[in-house]
């Protein structure tokens, strides 16, 4: 069977990592072109090494490239307002987009938590790293007790947060406090970045508190949340291998007095659960140092969700086939 050729427009550290898990692991994607504008980059250069299409002039190039039609899937791991530009410029090829910026044109998709949902979808977004790490812990819970608040925190190295990360902080914050209330389930969501400058550097921990249940609704079993959330865990680090459940997770129940207007809104049903879920993600290193979990994470969510919207839009093609050979 023929793979799926795929370009990547950004030739940085998050580009670069997504070329080497293409090329090392994906059984249905292979590489047509590494794109970036500065001629000079490591990931245009390995490229080169590797006998891939690059070009330093940007989306103009790639279009411009010679195998341009043959690649279906484009990997955008540029910046939240260089996506804006490439994404209008593309729109006229019927390629398939996957935004690894911010900005959110198209649907949010956590792989674990939504992707099927989305397969018939031409431009995607992959939230942030800190919302593919904790969105589908909120899920979890939320597959149990109604979830009344969500609150991450996402703690990466300093070093692993490139200049793209560092001009995007204020994006990252709104990105994933929206997709954790509309993939997470939350009634209200609310995301906190911390840039460690640990020496040697830390591996990516989240910590993802959730308000759930209600206390004029029958009790959810803390039993089942925790199964709930161990199940997704375990989901999760299919395609992240380096995913996990730092400790136990924590349900305890909320005291009648403890204030949470502030947190679940005044008039809203009041929780009966506190939720803490801790995580660790360790990087597979496949370019980048293993403690960069939280660029490892967002390559594994992009591969993923590209090699199912691939498979689904080469179906839809054999399939229209036969229609069309009987006109």
């Known amino acids: 069977m023929s793979k799926t050729k795929v370009a990547i427009i950004g030739s940085g550290n998050i580009g670069s990592d997504l070329m080497m898990k293409v090329i090392r692991l994906s059984e249905t994607l292979e590489m047509g072109a590494m794109v970036g504008i500065d001629p000079a980059s490591d990931g245009l250069a390995r490229a080169t090494r590797?006998?891939?299409?690059?070009?330093?002039?940007?989306?103009?190039?790639?279009?411009?490239?010679?195998?341009?039609?043959?690649?279906?899937?484009?990997?955008?791991?540029?910046?939240?307002?260089?996506?804006?530009?490439?994404?209008?410029?593309?729109?006229?090829?019927?390629?398939?987009?996957?935004?690894l910026t911010p900005v959110a044109i198209g649907p949010f998709v956590v792989p674990a938590v939504n992707l099927d949902q989305h397969a018939e979808a031409r431009n995607v977004n992959?939230?942030?790293?800190?919302?593919?790490?904790?969105?589908?812990?909120?899920?979890?819970?939320?597959?149990?007790?109604?979830?009344?608040?969500?609150?991450?925190?996402?703690?990466?190295?300093?070093k692993s947060a490139g200049p793209g990360t560092r001009a995007n902080i204020d994006e990252f914050t709104e990105t994933t406090a929206k997709a954790i209330e509309v993939v997470g389930g939350a009634s209200r969501g609310k995301a906190?970045?911390?840039?460690?400058?640990?020496?040697?550097?830390?591996?990516?921990?989240?910590?993802v508190l959730c308000l759930a249940g209600s206390a004029d609704e029958p009790a959810a079993d803390p039993e089942a949340i925790k199964a709930s959330v161990a199940a997704m865990a375990e989901q999760v680090s299919r395609y992240v291998?380096?995913?996990?459940?730092?400790?136990?997770?924590?349900?305890?129940?909320?005291?009648?007095?403890e204030p949470l207007d502030t947190?679940?809104?005044a008039g809203a049903p009041r929780p009966r659960w506190k939720v803490s879920v801790f995580l660790e993600v360790e990087g597979a290193a496949h370019y980048l140092p293993a403690?960069?979990?939280?660029?490892?994470?967002?390559?594994?969510?992009?591969?993923?969700?590209?090699?199912?919207?691939?498979?689904?839009?080469?179906?839809?093609?054999?399939?229209?086939?036969?229609a069309e050979a009987l006109r």
Do not use: W
């Open 192 to 207: 906190i970045i911390v840039l460690n400058p640990a020496e040697p550097p830390m591996i990516m921990r989240d910590t």
């Open 241 to 257: 291998p380096g995913y996990r459940l730092k400790q136990q997770v924590q349900v305890t129940p909320i005291a009648e007095d």
């Open 291 to 322: 403690y960069a979990g939280n660029l490892d994470i967002m390559t594994s969510a992009a591969l993923r969700t590209a090699e199912l919207l691939a498979n689904r839009s080469a179906s839809r093609a054999a399939t229209a086939q036969p």
């Open 126 to 158: 992959m939230v942030t790293c800190g919302g593919q790490a904790t969105i589908p812990m909120v899920a979890a819970v939320a597959q149990v007790a109604p979830v009344r608040y969500a609150e991450i925190v996402a703690s990466i190295a300093s």
């Open 50 to 99: 590797l006998g891939i299409p690059t070009t330093a002039e940007g989306v103009d190039g790639l279009i411009g490239l010679p195998n341009f039609d043959e690649i279906d899937v484009v990997f955008d791991a540029t910046s939240a307002r260089a996506h804006v530009a490439n994404a209008e410029t593309l729109a006229p090829h019927g390629k398939i987009l996957i935004d």
């Open 263 to 265: 947190l679940v809104g």
